[in-house]
């Protein structure tokens, strides 16, 4: 049991229970709050994997984009007055049976996959050869992104102040 | 890289099925909105381990792409609930069936 297990550990634990009372939870305050430490937790283990980009952009768009829109929908969808910020849950049983049947499904499918695996050298920073990709390779479907991101502001703006 | 890659899929593999309870058990537009976001970082922190564990950056791109789409969904997401809190006064899923009649 290295350090580096004791950190996957950790970081695997906050995310897994902070998912947990997003979904569990009553009150969607915390909700919204419990999905913070879970984005967090998987930003950490995006570090782990060696991804420093994805984990900065995860914070960034996630944390600090995201989930402030949420909180924002939270706030203009519930009068702040009343305490009617709870909700309840239903389906519990077919929902327990599904998830089951799925979790069966994955884990097999998970665990008797004979996965090809690299070994790869220590990690890199990855940031330059995104950026060189994303400029060369992939120029199309990142410019075509701006413009799926600008319909939708645009859309989302015009639907929300009607 | 001690940690084998069917530890990082067993994780990634929880988390989305957390989010599908989520939006099979609760009734709450946002928390169901919440939800999609947990199974859609599940789906990314897949493609980020094998993104790892081949020793190809191509998935980090396409995970780049992912937060993109997920950031238009959320913003069109929540302008919908918000339309619709305003024109029934919920959010509550069950109470929503303004398509049927």
């Known amino acids: 049991m290295t350090v580096y297990d004791i950190i996957f550990y950790l970081f695997a634990a906050v995310t897994l229970i902070s998912a947990f009372f997003v979904v569990t939870n009553r009150n969607i305050v915390h909700s919204a709050f419990f999905l913070l430490f879970t984005f967090f937790g998987v930003a950490g283990i995006y570090v782990m994997l060696g991804a420093d980009f994805i984990a900065i952009v995860q914070l960034i768009v996630y944390v600090g984009g995201i989930l402030i829109l949420l909180l924002f929908g939270v706030m203009l969808t519930n009068k702040i007055v009343n305490v009617e910020i709870k909700t309840g849950t239903i389906h519990a049983l077919p929902a327990s049976i599904v998830l089951g049947l799925f979790a069966g499904a994955i884990g097999a499918a998970v665990l008797n996959t004979n996965w090809k695996i690299v070994e790869s050298p220590d990690p890199v920073p990855t940031t330059a050869a995104i950026g060189r990709m994303l400029i060369n390779e992939y120029a199309l479907v990142f410019e075509l992104l701006g413009i799926l991101l600008l319909i939708a502001l645009i859309g989302a703006a015009s639907m929300a102040r009607r | ?101």
Do not use: C, H
Request: without cysteine; charged residues 10%; aromatic residues 12%.
């Open chain 2, 1 to 101: 890289m001690q940690i084998p890659i069917e530890y990082y899929l067993i994780l990634s593999a929880a988390l989305f099925m957390t989010g599908i309870v989520g939006v099979l058990i609760r009734r709450n537009a946002i928390i169901v909105f919440m939800s999609i976001e947990l199974m859609l970082n599940s789906a990314n922190l897949t493609l980020i381990t094998f993104s790892s564990y081949l020793g190809n950056s191509i998935g980090q791109i396409f995970v780049f792409f992912v937060m993109a789409v997920a950031a238009a969904e959320a913003a069109i997401g929540l302008a919908i609930i918000i339309a619709l809190f305003r024109n029934k006064l919920t959010v509550n899923l069950d109470e929503i069936n303004i398509f049927k009649w």
